[in-house]
Structure formats: structure tokens, C-alpha cells
């Protein structure tokens, strides 16, 4: 599943590293709307984190790049932080994901492969 909109476009916004990539939302003017950044975790784990998303289409938007970027570095597992979701991000990924929920102390995380994941 791919939220992204024709003139919407997402590039990697730093050097990569195996242990984090982040990427930006870029509208037609050039202007970014959106940040997120992955970082492994343990092993084959890593941690999305949106640092800029202010609308459901750019958060999966991100998500979707992330997971070819976790993909491409052969991990297996991404999670990440619902406290700090909007609602309608965390219906979106439940929707088109095999998310998994797991609590941790006060925290919810969602959780879910990437092998499952369209390319």
C-alpha cells in the first residue's frame, strides 16, 4: 500500500548509515512537509519515528519509504510509538498492516513486519 499523491514526493534527507536513514516529504514547491527517521533498534528490529507528519497521507507516506529503507538493510521488524500518533495515523497502519500491539510500561507500540509489506 503506497499513500503517496502525484505530486507529493519522498527523499532520503541524510546520509545513510546500516543503523538509520531519515527521510523527507517534499510538496511541488520543494517546501518539506514531512520528516521521519528509522533507527535500529537490536538485531533485526528498528524504530520509525515521525518527526514531522501533519496529515495521514504523509505519515504513511513516510512509513512507506522507511520500510524500503529497513527492507534494503534486511531488517525484519519495524515498531513504533503510538503515543505520539494521531488517531487516524494508527487506524491507517492497522488498516494496511499486520500490526501487532504491544504495551510497554505506559507505552503502546505498534509493531510489524516488513517482509509483509508491498515494495
Do not use: C, F, Q
Not at 514526493?9 to 518539506?32: H, Q
Not at 538493510?73 to 491507517?92: K, Q
Not at 494496511?96 to 516488513?114: D, G, K, M, N, Q
Request: hydrophobic fraction near 45%; proline fraction near 6%; aromatic fraction near 4%.
Amino acid at each position: 500500500m503506497s499513500a503517496l499523491s502525484e505530486p507529493l514526493s519522498v527523499r532520503l534527507a541524510d546520509p545513510e548509515t546500516l543503523d538509520r536513514a531519515a527521510v523527507v516529504a517534499v510538496d511541488p514547491n520543494g517546501s518539506i512537509v514531512g520528516r521521519a527517521t528509522l533507527s535500529r533498534l537490536y538485531g533485526l528490529r528498528a524504530e520509525i519515528e515521525l518527526d514531522l507528519a501533519p496529515s495521514t497521507t504523509i505519515a504513511l507516506a513516510l512509513v512507506d519509504a522507511l520500510e524500503r529503507e529497513a527492507r534494503k538493510r534486511r531488517l525484519v521488524r519495524l515498531e513504533v510509538d503510538a503515543s505520539g500518533l494521531s488517531d487516524s495515523v494508527v487506524v491507517a497502519l492497522r488498516r494496511w498492516r499486520p500490526v501487532a500491539a504491544e504495551l510497554r510500561a505506559t507505552h503502546l507500540y505498534l509493531t510489524w513486519p516488513t517482509t509483509l509489506v508491498n515494495p
